[in-house]
């Protein structure tokens, strides 16, 4: 039953093959006894689940039920759930239980989705691992010595594992499309304003973007569909209509450009991986899609104006968490520079003290020109670089990162080579545009990821690209489990 | 040595809106602590600002109330600091695109001349909470503090002055017309003891003549327009003495302790603040559009400038007259309801300006709970008018009002105020006096005739006085005159 995808589910349920409260049933015992090889969650919520799909149940007996009622997923510790601890892989947020819902939770909640629990992250999500998590680094279904990738490493394994059918996660560098490459798993960070924020506790906030991690392009097409929509609490949420994701697949894509950006095959990419996605793009031409080369010509800047601006913004961010109302406070503070330092200093992780560093750093007096602003030019140029790409194309693909899973512990030392596997992912955020990974094919046994970056709000596009591979590919149901 | 004063103004109000700037939160002030603070002003984790358009509306309004240029695109920035009454780590403020951009005003000054002062700008932003001290070592234990944040995330417009003033009395007449501003356009109730209007002062000293600026100290948070004053006057002459004195002004921030009528400085050990300021990745740029900033200009009600020229023209008021009423819109509502009333514009200002001042501020009651009404007072003036009494009744009998005896007509009824004009009556209360004073007679008699209206005073007073100050004077003086000129 772990096998099925959701949209099988879905069926299932309507056709009463089974139940929600079977089917939770029986993913919250796959979890008890499988994820302690993986850590890919860090609360699991069997009551709450079981009272969920008991209710589902019941709409779905009475009928007329949303799509994904009955569905069983996990969420990222990152998206507040009213009654809940939501810890963001934080020690400091350990003891944090918010009294309210994030509204991706709470749409998922609203279409009668159940809630297995909340999975592992880099501590807020400030890492491409999973190391960082104050609850212990998640290991990669496909090889348990390996990174799932990260910062969503728990939701993209508890799905590679099967412990879901899918999860939500967050985007903020790479950290949906990077932990999906290296599970084979399909992830997609929309359009940034297209899923709200609320409730998502922000780590660079003009970056950060909720989305699906699923098994395939049809069901991240069905959870798109409930998280993504204007949200009156998120004042960066667009306030455009939301398509039903799942009616735009199986379209032609006879005629369909595909930009390839020479400065995506670099040196950086293990030639494994790159002839893996050569192979993809053969396969996209057969479909009838045609290869365009595009240039990105400030691609390696990328990285650098991220890691100035995603540290900035977390700088600003992460003040709150100072021991006052919430969350981690010292034992017996001295006094107030005391309680702040003490509190802050226990609460957060190592590569987080590091990222309020660097963008205290950023923006200081005299540093800000140098480092903030510059960053913030170098953002446009990318920016621009994609509107002049999408002029010629439809879509851009490359690899989603420049080589598959690596050990754990491997780079967690070496701050700049983790840095450097966002290094495909990272644009899409500065600019804003929505992109995905899919399974493309395997190295050594280890998944390899096909990025797809869309233009502006064309996540239906994308999806429906995405879908027409898997129709034809079988990579996406390679299974670790 | 002549030393030339140099003062800035910066001026926080707080804006009438229902809610908070970025939050649904209630912002009515008095209510328990922590009651009015939502979840977005706790600054739990995940929450996010949604901007308040109405405090945006009354920023438009007071731009346009100073003949400012309006932000058609202004962007909040976040300013960073740890304290505990912040619950963010940083507020939410406007930098280098605020929502007002350069503007005048016109100020008035006692001795009747004019001045005008540039505005620099004024921005929007969030107001912090408050740290509770020793106001709850009796409920949570000696050395403990605790934080109310109702006041969290608050609607401030902040109003920075060019430093285009020149005396205390300059910086309070610029105080009074932005108090009276903001309260003419309702987007503030202006109360300073309640923390609605607060006041930083930039003061420097230079030599007369100098073009140069001088070293400024910033005096922070006073709440009174008496204090402004008082510290601008005391900094002044600090800095003036130091001076002298060959030292000279440090750039600091100082406190005015009103007890001890001096400032001091704070924050010493805190050197150069850096709030690394960066515009707020929650928050849009606003961009405002010309027909939002023209409807907004097109409500607005009549501002104190036009009043003071139209009381002035429609009322005949002198231009102290007319500054006076106009400084507060209650007030100027109150004068006009009893000028027109009463048709007698002239006896309402002074009315407005004498009794009725004397007697508010004795009680210490605003206008609006004032206990004589405009129409009442209006009552009271037609009736010095038609003669039913003299001025000098006519303040018994208002004080008879307040006391809440009634209307005019009531009091005078109740109280036998009539004045008496029967000739009769008069006569007889004067043969009464004249046959009593047989010495002052003798003298009026002797003295010389352009003395003798000086010496009629005596008699005037002992009618007055028989009459408990009801008899007409205007028939005491023609009827005394003919009785003692008859006795020549």
Request: proline residues 5%; charged residues 25%.
């Given at each position: 039953?772990?096998?099925?995808?959701?949209?099988?589910?879905?069926?299932?349920?309507?056709?009463?093959?089974?139940?929600?409260?079977e089917?939770?049933?029986?993913l919250?015992?796959?979890?008890?006894?499988?994820?302690?090889?993986?850590?890919?969650?860090?609360?699991?919520?069997?009551?709450?689940?079981?009272?969920?799909?008991?209710?589902?149940?019941?709409?779905?007996?009475?009928?007329?039920?949303?799509?994904?009622?009955?569905?069983?997923?996990?969420?990222?510790?990152?998206?507040?759930?009213?009654?809940?601890?939501?810890?963001?892989?934080?020690?400091?947020?350990?003891?944090?239980?918010?009294?309210?819902?994030?509204?991706?939770?709470?749409?998922?909640?609203?279409?009668?989705?159940v809630?297995?629990?909340?999975?592992?992250?880099?501590?807020?999500?400030?890492?491409?691992?999973?190391?960082t998590?104050?609850?212990?680094?998640?290991?990669?279904?496909?090889?348990?010595?390996?990174?799932?990738?990260?910062?969503?490493?728990?939701?993209?394994?508890?799905?590679?594992?099967?412990?879901?059918p899918?999860?939500?996660?967050?985007?903020?560098?790479?950290?949906?499309?990077?932990?999906?490459?290296?599970?084979?798993?399909?992830?997609?960070?929309?359009?940034?304003?297209?899923?709200?924020?609320?409730?998502?506790?922000?780590?660079?906030?003009?970056?950060?973007?909720?989305?699906?991690?699923?098994?395939?392009a049809?069901?991240?097409?069905?959870?798109?569909?409930?998280?993504?929509?204007?949200?009156?609490?998120?004042?960066?949420?667009?306030?455009?209509?939301?398509?039903?994701?799942?009616?735009?697949?199986?379209?032609?894509?006879?005629?369909?450009?595909?930009?390839?950006?020479?400065?995506?095959?670099?040196?950086?990419?293990?030639?494994?991986?790159?002839?893996?996605?050569?192979?993809?793009?053969?396969?996209?031409?057969?479909?009838?899609?045609?290869?365009?080369?595009?240039?990105?010509?400030?691609t390696?800047?990328?990285?650098?104006?991220?890691?100035?601006?995603?540290?900035?913004?977390?700088?600003?961010?992460?003040?709150?968490?100072?021991?006052?109302?919430?969350?981690?406070?010292?034992?017996?503070?001295?006094?107030?520079?005391?309680?702040?330092?003490?509190?802050?200093?226990?609460?957060?992780?190592?590569?987080?003290?590091?990222?309020?560093?660097?963008?205290?750093?950023?923006?200081?007096?005299?540093?800000?020109?140098?480092?903030?602003?510059?960053?913030?030019?170098?953002?446009?140029?990318?920016?621009?670089?994609?509107?002049?790409?999408?002029?010629?194309?439809?879509?851009i693909?490359?690899?989603?990162?420049?080589?598959?899973?690596?050990?754990?512990?491997?780079?967690?030392?070496?701050?700049?080579?983790?840095?450097?596997?966002d290094?495909?992912?990272?644009?899409?955020?500065?600019?804003?545009?929505?992109?995905?990974?899919?399974?493309?094919?395997?190295?050594?046994?280890?998944?390899?990821?096909?990025?797809?970056?869309?233009?502006?709000?064309?996540?239906?596009?994308?999806?429906?690209?995405?879908?027409?591979?898997?129709?034809?590919?079988?990579?996406?149901?390679?299974?670790?489990? | 040595?002549?030393?030339?004063?140099?003062?800035?103004?910066?001026?926080?109000?707080?804006?009438?809106?229902?809610?908070?700037?970025?939050?649904?939160?209630?912002?009515?002030?008095?209510?328990?602590?922590?009651?009015?603070?939502?979840?977005?002003?706790?600054?739990?984790?995940?929450?996010?600002?949604?901007?308040?358009?109405?405090?945006?509306?009354?920023?438009?309004?007071?731009?346009?109330?100073?003949?400012?240029?309006?932000?058609?695109?202004?962007?909040?920035?976040?300013?960073?600091?740890?304290?505990?009454?912040?619950?963010?780590?940083y507020?939410?403020?406007?930098?280098?695109?605020?929502?007002?951009?350069?503007?005048?005003?016109?100020?008035?000054?006692?001795?009747?001349?004019?001045?005008k002062?540039?505005?620099?700008?004024?921005?929007?932003?969030?107001?912090?909470?408050?740290?509770?001290?020793?106001?709850?070592?009796?409920?949570?234990?000696?050395g403990?503090?605790?934080?109310d944040?109702?006041?969290?995330?608050?609607?401030?417009?902040?109003?920075?002055?060019?430093?285009?003033?020149?005396?205390?009395?300059?910086?309070?007449?610029?105080?009074?017309?932005?108090?009276?501003?903001?309260?003419?356009?309702?987007?503030?109730?202006?109360?300073?003891?309640?923390?609605?209007?607060?006041?930083?002062?930039?003061?420097?000293?230079?030599?007369?003549?100098?073009?140069?600026?001088?070293?400024?100290?910033?005096?922070?948070?006073?709440?009174?327009?008496?204090?402004?004053?008082?510290?601008?006057?005391?900094?002044?002459?600090?800095?003036?003495?130091?001076?002298?004195?060959?030292?000279?002004?440090?750039?600091?921030?100082?406190?005015?302790?009103?007890?001890?009528?001096?400032?001091?400085?704070?924050?010493?050990?805190?050197?150069?603040?850096?709030?690394?300021?960066?515009?707020?990745?929650?928050?849009?740029?606003?961009?405002?559009?010309?027909?939002?900033?023209?409807?907004?200009?097109?409500?607005?009600?009549?501002?104190?400038?036009?009043?003071?020229?139209?009381?002035?023209?429609?009322?005949?008021?002198?231009?102290?007259?007319?500054?006076?009423?106009?400084?507060?819109?209650?007030?100027?509502?109150?004068?006009?309801?009893?000028?027109?009333?009463?048709?007698?514009?002239?006896?309402?200002?002074?009315?407005?300006?004498?009794?009725?001042?004397?007697?508010?501020?004795?009680?210490?009651?605003?206008?609006?709970?004032?206990?004589?009404?405009?129409e009442?007072?209006?009552?009271?003036?037609?009736?010095?008018?038609?003669?039913t009494?003299?001025?000098?009744?006519?303040?018994?009998?208002?004080?008879?009002?307040?006391?809440?005896?009634?209307?005019a007509d009531?009091?005078?009824?109740?109280?036998?105020?009539?004045?008496?004009?029967?000739?009769?009556?008069?006569?007889?209360?004067?043969?009464?006096?004249?046959?009593?004073?047989?010495?002052?007679?003798?003298?009026?008699?002797?003295?010389?005739e352009?003395?003798?209206?000086?010496?009629?005073?005596y008699?005037?007073?002992?009618?007055?006085?028989?009459?408990?100050?009801?008899?007409n004077?205007?028939?005491i003086?023609?009827?005394?005159?003919?009785?003692?000129?008859?006795?020549?």
């Amino acid at each position: 039953m772990h096998q099925l995808t959701i949209a099988e589910i879905i069926r299932g349920l309507r056709d009463r093959q089974f139940s929600s409260v079977e089917i939770t049933g029986h993913l919250l015992g796959r979890i008890e006894q499988l994820d302690g090889n993986y850590n890919s969650f860090i609360t699991v919520t069997p009551e709450q689940a079981l009272q969920q799909a008991a209710a589902a149940d019941e709409r779905l007996t009475a009928g007329g039920a949303p799509a994904l009622c009955g569905v069983p997923l996990a969420h990222k510790d990152i998206f507040c759930t009213e009654g809940v601890r939501t810890s963001c892989g934080s020690k400091m947020l350990d003891n944090f239980t918010p009294p309210y819902d994030a509204t991706v939770v709470e749409n998922f909640n609203n279409a009668g989705a159940v809630t297995l629990g909340k999975t592992n992250m880099d501590e807020f999500a400030m890492g491409s691992s999973n190391e960082t998590s104050y609850y212990g680094p998640v290991k990669n279904p496909w090889n348990t010595n390996c990174v799932p990738g990260g910062s969503s490493g728990g939701s993209a394994a508890a799905v590679a594992a099967q412990l879901a059918p899918g999860a939500t996660a967050t985007d903020t560098g790479g950290s949906i499309r990077q932990p999906a490459a290296l599970t084979n798993t399909t992830g997609l960070k929309p359009t940034y304003g297209r899923v709200s924020r609320w409730g998502m506790i922000a780590f660079a906030s003009s970056l950060d973007q909720g989305g699906p991690i699923a098994r395939n392009a049809e069901d991240a097409a069905y959870l798109l569909s409930a998280m993504a929509g204007h949200d009156p609490k998120d004042s960066t949420s667009l306030y455009r209509p939301v398509p039903d994701y799942t009616a735009g697949l199986n379209g032609d894509i006879a005629g369909l450009r595909i930009g390839v950006p020479a400065e995506y095959f670099s040196d950086d990419l293990n030639p494994q991986v790159a002839a893996r996605v050569q192979d993809a793009l053969k396969e996209y031409e057969k479909l009838g899609a045609q290869l365009v080369e595009v240039s990105l010509p400030h691609t390696h800047l990328a990285v650098p104006a991220y890691y100035v601006i995603a540290p900035a913004e977390a700088s600003a961010n992460l003040s709150r968490f100072d021991g006052v109302r919430y969350g981690h406070r010292c034992e017996d503070p001295r006094d107030l520079r005391d309680l702040y330092m003490r509190s802050r200093g226990e609460g957060f992780g190592e590569e987080v003290q590091r990222r309020i560093l660097v963008g205290t750093y950023a923006l200081s007096a005299g540093y800000y020109d140098a480092y903030y602003n510059k960053a913030q030019q170098v953002r446009r140029l990318i920016k621009q670089d994609f509107v002049q790409a999408f002029e010629k194309v439809d879509v851009i693909m490359g690899p989603t990162t420049p080589s598959p899973a690596f050990a754990l512990g491997e780079k967690k030392a070496d701050p700049v080579a983790m840095y450097l596997e966002d290094i495909y992912t990272i644009a899409a955020n500065l600019a804003g545009l929505p992109g995905m990974s899919l399974p493309c094919g395997l190295v050594n046994n280890l998944p390899v990821g096909l990025q797809i970056i869309g233009n502006y709000l064309d996540e239906a596009r994308m999806l429906n690209v995405a879908h027409r591979y898997q129709q034809v590919t079988d990579w996406h149901k390679a299974s670790a489990a | 040595m002549e030393w030339e004063i140099v003062i800035g103004l910066e001026v926080h109000v707080q804006l009438a809106t229902k809610s908070k700037l970025f939050s649904g939160a209630s912002t009515r002030f008095g209510a328990a602590p922590n009651t009015q603070a939502c979840a977005v002003d706790l600054a739990m984790p995940g929450t996010l600002p949604v901007p308040n358009e109405e405090a945006f509306r009354h920023a438009v309004m007071f731009g346009l109330a100073m003949n400012a240029e309006i932000g058609r695109r202004s962007v909040f920035e976040r300013k960073n600091y740890f304290y505990p009454d912040l619950p963010k780590g940083y507020q939410t403020t406007q930098l280098a695109q605020p929502i007002v951009g350069p503007g005048e005003i016109e100020i008035h000054l006692e001795d009747g001349s004019s001045k005008k002062v540039r505005l620099h700008h004024a921005h929007l932003e969030e107001d912090a909470g408050k740290s509770l001290h020793e106001t709850i070592f009796e409920t949570h234990g000696h050395g403990m503090s605790g934080i109310d944040l109702n006041r969290a995330g608050t609607p401030l417009i902040e109003i920075v002055s060019e430093p285009d003033m020149r005396s205390a009395a300059e910086a309070v007449a610029y105080l009074k017309k932005i108090h009276s501003i903001v309260t003419y356009l309702g987007i503030s109730d202006g109360d300073m003891s309640q923390g609605s209007m607060r006041c930083d002062a930039n003061v420097s000293v230079r030599l007369k003549g100098e073009e140069k600026l001088g070293t400024r100290a910033e005096i922070k948070n006073i709440n009174s327009f008496r204090f402004v004053e008082k510290a601008i006057v005391v900094e002044a002459q600090r800095q003036i003495d130091l001076i002298e004195d060959g030292g000279s002004v440090v750039q600091e921030t100082r406190l005015y302790d009103s007890d001890k009528n001096e400032t001091r400085s704070m924050r010493s050990k805190e050197v150069a603040n850096d709030y690394r300021y960066f515009p707020c990745p929650d928050l849009l740029p606003v961009e405002l559009s010309e027909d939002y900033v023209e409807t907004v200009r097109s409500r607005l009600p009549e501002l104190p400038d036009a009043k003071y020229a139209r009381f002035q023209s429609e009322y005949s008021l002198s231009a102290y007259d007319a500054d006076q009423l106009t400084q507060e819109r209650a007030v100027a509502d109150y004068f006009e309801t009893v000028a027109k009333e009463s048709g007698e514009p002239k006896l309402a200002a002074n009315w407005v300006m004498g009794e009725l001042a004397a007697l508010l501020n004795r009680e210490e009651l605003p206008i609006e709970r004032s206990p004589v009404s405009a129409e009442q007072l209006a009552g009271l003036i037609a009736r010095i008018t038609d003669n039913t009494i003299s001025s000098k009744i006519a303040k018994q009998v208002f004080e008879a009002m307040a006391a809440g005896e009634g209307d005019a007509d009531a009091v005078i009824e109740k109280r036998g105020l009539k004045q008496v004009s029967d000739t009769g009556a008069i006569e007889k209360m004067v043969d009464e006096v004249i046959a009593a004073s047989p010495a002052q007679v003798e003298n009026y008699r002797k003295a010389e005739e352009a003395k003798r209206p000086k010496m009629m005073g005596y008699f005037v007073g002992q009618i007055m006085k028989a009459s408990k100050g009801q008899a007409n004077p205007q028939m005491i003086n023609k009827i005394l005159k003919e009785k003692l000129d008859a006795l020549l």
